[in-house]
Structure formats: C-alpha cells, structure tokens
C-alpha cells in the first residue's frame, strides 16, 4: 500500500519572515490534523533549512532540500553535500528538477549521481523526469523518460527505488498553469511502473510517483484519483497555505 505524498517546492522564495508565516498559516489552518495518511514535506532554499527544522519538529510535516551535490565533501564551493542535508533533520531531496536541467545544465549522468549520493546519506531521492512540449508534440515522451530512468541504472540497480520517489513533471506543466490532465499523467505514471515492473514488479509497485506541474486545490483531487499517481510535487502553490492545504487534503 503506497502512501500518499505531498512535497511542496519552495523554489527560491521567501524570507525568515513569509516563512514562518506559511508555517503558522499552514498549522492554523488545520494541517496537522491531516495526520498519518498522507506524508507532508516543504523544501525550502538551504540557506532556510536550520530555521525550518526548528518550526516543523514535533508537527506532522518533514522538510527537505531541492538539490545536493553528488560529491561527500572537500573543495567544492558553495555545493552542499547529502551529509550536510541528513545532519538537519531533512528525509527529502529533489534531484533532476527541470530547472536545474534547463537553467544549469544538469544532464540525465549528474543527476544519477546526485540520486545515488542521496541514498548513500541515507536521504530518499524525490527524481524528476519529464518532457518538454516539443519532446510530446513529436511523441517521444517516453523514450525521454526512459532515458532519464535509464541513466539511473548505469549507477545503481532497481533495489535503489526501495527507498526513492519519482516525480513525472512535464516541463510544459511546470509554472505555467497548463496542468496535464489526469489521463495525460496516468499514461506517463502508468509506463514509469510498468519499465521498472520489468525489472522487479514488487519494488515498482510500492514506489510513489508523483505528479508535477501546476497542481492546485481546484485540480490535484482529479489528479490523486489516477490510479498510479501517489500525491503531488507542488511548485507555486506551496507557497499559499489554503491552496498547499487543500491539496495534502486531497491526497488523503
Ligand atoms: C515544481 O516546481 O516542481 C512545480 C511543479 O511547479 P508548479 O507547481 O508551480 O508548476
């Protein structure tokens, strides 16, 4: 039985201030009585991770990081290792987020270390994949996809997804309010369980893969619904306690 999760991406936004304030809004609004059933993380910048960990032990939300070096440590400026993330308190971090691919050149090899080197601090990767609009408007979706899994096996085998969750965002999704629609994400989360089923269908029943790319309160019920769709990895909306509210009540 997979439980649901909900990951809210903060981006780079917010100040000690806002953030606190998310937090307090989230709490008042009634978060914590969502209880056990649905799995509630915010990866907020790093420069923020101490202060969250103070604000969220004790409550029912875990936190975590939306990058990592693959490297353990040494002469890396202004990297942050897995260690570094697993010593505050984080259970989470993103890798292979389209922006990093897009807007720093991450490509499908340095992702699959940054996947490994999470797991080797004992963090659970969250690994995005995804397509952009012209790679679905030439039909080729799940060859994209398939590479980017495939590239995770050239480091590791499929016992690493016992203790990963994927994010399928297509990147025509993402910010941009034009959300897939729940048939559009089942086909794509449908074939990710079924490629890694082919290698061990147990691991790929108990993974979560999650959706990504405008989920709000008014669509991720319809979305959560999908058969293979295990909660939401949620960008702009993350930052607005109703709207983050709505969609972990969703998930439950
Ligand atoms: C994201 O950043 O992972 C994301 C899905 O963003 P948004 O929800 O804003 O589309």
Redesign the pocket.
């Known amino acids: 039985m997979r439980k649901p999760l909900v990951a809210g991406?903060w981006?780079m936004n917010g100040l000690q201030d806002t953030n606190h304030h998310l937090l307090e809004l989230l709490k008042k609004e009634g978060i914590e009585n969502i209880g056990e059933p649905v799995e509630i993380v915010v990866c907020p910048p790093f420069i923020y991770l101490a202060y969250i960990k103070h604000l969220l032990e004790g409550s029912n939300m875990k936190w975590g990081a939306q990058n990592v070096s693959h490297h353990s440590a040494g002469a890396y400026t202004g990297e942050i290792s897995p260690y570094m993330l697993a010593d505050l308190g984080c259970h989470f971090v993103i890798v292979g987020?389209s922006?990093r691919r897009t807007l720093y050149g991450e490509t499908n090899g340095i992702v699959a270390k940054k996947f490994v080197a999470a797991q080797q601090a004992n963090l659970t990767p969250i690994l995005?994949v995804g397509e952009s609009l012209r790679e679905r408007e030439e039909g080729i979706t799940e060859r994209i996809v398939k590479e980017q899994l495939d590239d995770i096996f050239l480091h590791t085998d499929i016992h690493a997804f016992n203790k990963a969750v994927i994010?399928y965002?297509p990147i025509w999704?993402?910010?941009?309010g034009h959300t897939a629609t729940p048939d559009q994400a089942q086909e794509v989360h449908g074939f990710i369980r079924n490629y890694l089923s082919e290698q061990d269908p147990e691991i790929a029943e108990e993974l979560r893969i999650l959706y990504?790319?405008?989920?709000k309160g008014d669509n991720a019920a319809e979305l959560f619904a999908m058969p293979d769709i295990d909660g939401g990895?949620?960008?702009?909306?993350s930052l607005e306690a109703k709207d983050f509210l709505t969609i972990c009540q969703a998930a439950s």
């Not at 999704?173 to 941009?176: D, F, R, S, V």
């Not at 990895?233 to 909306?237: I, M, R």
């Open positions: 991406n981006k987020h922006e995005c994010a965002e999704a993402i910010g941009t990504g790319g405008s989920v990895l949620v960008g702009g909306a």
